[in-house]
Structures are given as C-alpha cells and as structure tokens.
C-alpha cells in the first residue's frame, strides 16, 4: 500500500482533458513537500515531467500541468494524444517515515 | 548527454549478495546526490537509498537498512549498491536516478534523469 494515494487507471479520448490526482497526508503533501510527476512508458525507466508541483522540464509539451492543494495534487492533461498512454507517478517526501514516497500509479488509457 | 547506466543485475539465490553499479556520465557527477529506486515486476516505484554528493550524508528505506549499502567514487563517476542477505521481496528493476537539482539529500528534490535500470532476480 503507497503512502500517496492515485487511481489505477484513467482514460479519455484524443482531444479531451483527464486529470490524475495524488492524495497523501499531513506527513507528505500536506506538510509542504513538493510533488514531482513521472511519466512510464512500457519497458522504460520513468521520466520527470513536472517538478515543484507545476514545473515541466524542458521538453514536455504545455498540454501537462501540476497542481497541489492542502494534502492532495494532481496532474492535468489536455488535448489528449494517443502517445499519452502511459503509467503516470506522483512523488514526495513523507516526514513520518524519513522517505521519498510514490504514488501506485495511473495508467492512462487513450481510447 | 547526460547518461545514467546501471550494471551488475543477475539472478541470485536468497540470502546471498549482490553489488550493482551505476556509470554516470554527461555531467559533474561530484556535485550531485544521487539515489537508487526499485520496481518489482508489475508494480510501482519505491525509494532505496540516496547519498549526498560527498558521501557524507546516506539514507536509506526501512525494507534496505542493515542490508544494502549506497557507496560512490566520484573519482570514477560511479554510484554503487551493495545487497546483502538478499530475499525474494528483493527482486525488482533497480534504477539509479540523479537528483533533479542540488548536491545534498534534500526532501524536497525530485529524481531526474533516471538510468534504464538493471534486473535483480532473487530466486532459489
């Protein structure tokens, strides 16, 4: 069971906007760490696609964008594309156990 | 480019040990904090171990400590994980990852880039 709470899955269709949220705790999210998000393609090592709650890296299209708010943060993708699909992660540091601390996961479904 | 790759995986017998060793090139490896991450087959992602840029500093999870050991040679541009008295719990990709920013064991920093990980297989 992960400290930071996501759905299993999400889906959507192409051009639509889904949201994948992370909830945690007064020890992690709520406490003011920061929430990073990584992005899992089949048979690949995660990539950072935001940092600092809403931060992209340099090559992440405008269409990801991160937010957080009290102990929960999410993740929002519009103008959904097919190259989307993928396993989404959220990321923090949980206080109460001394550790950096994922989320389980979303796969994200284009249909 | 920066580039994080991962060596030493293999299949081991429980209870036995294991060294894995990450090659770090593409950037000033002595500067940055650097940790190991795991992930099971078919599950998600879970923090090993991290150590500061001068190996001053080195933390590690509750299901490592006593058992695995985070060492590097900036000499050598190499981060290392020592696994000992290895279970099957144990078996999962092992990642090496770069902190985003920052050369001490920050809470708050995030894992960027990541290498493309190596197999660890503890079975009898």
């Known amino acids: 069971q992960s400290v930071l709470t996501q759905p299993p899955s999400v889906s959507g269709a192409p051009g639509q906007r889904v949201t994948i949220s992370c909830t945690g705790s007064s020890s992690n999210i709520g406490a003011g760490f920061d929430v990073h998000w990584y992005r899992q393609l089949p048979g690949t090592a995660p990539k950072a696609f935001i940092y600092?709650?809403?931060n992209r890296p340099s090559g992440v299209p405008d269409r990801f964008s991160g937010s957080k708010s009290g102990t929960s943060a999410s993740l929002a993708i519009t103008g959904l594309q097919a190259e989307d699909e993928a396993d989404y992660y959220c990321q923090s540091y949980d206080r109460s156990v001394s550790a950096w601390v994922f989320g389980g996961g979303t796969k994200l479904t284009v249909l | 480019q920066v580039q994080l790759v991962e060596s030493g995986g293999g299949v081991v017998q429980p209870g036995r040990s294991l060294r894995l060793s990450c090659a770090a090139s593409?950037?000033?490896?002595?500067?940055?904090?650097m940790h190991w991450v795991r992930q099971a087959p078919g599950k998600g992602l879970e923090w090993v171990a991290v150590m500061s840029y001068d190996g001053s500093d080195r933390y590690y999870a509750d299901s490592v400590k006593g058992r695995f050991t985070i060492s590097r040679d900036n000499s050598k541009n190499t981060l290392s994980l020592q696994m000992n008295s290895l279970t099957t719990e144990d078996t999962a990709v092992y990642y090496c990852?770069?902190?985003?920013?920052?050369?001490?064991?920050?809470?708050?920093?995030?894992?960027?880039?990541w290498g493309q990980g190596t197999l660890v297989t503890v079975s009898s």
């Open positions: 600092g709650n809403n």
């Open positions: 990852a770069r902190v985003g920013v920052g050369s001490v064991a920050a809470a708050g920093n995030w894992f960027d880039p």
């Open positions: 593409g950037f000033t490896f002595s500067t940055y904090a």
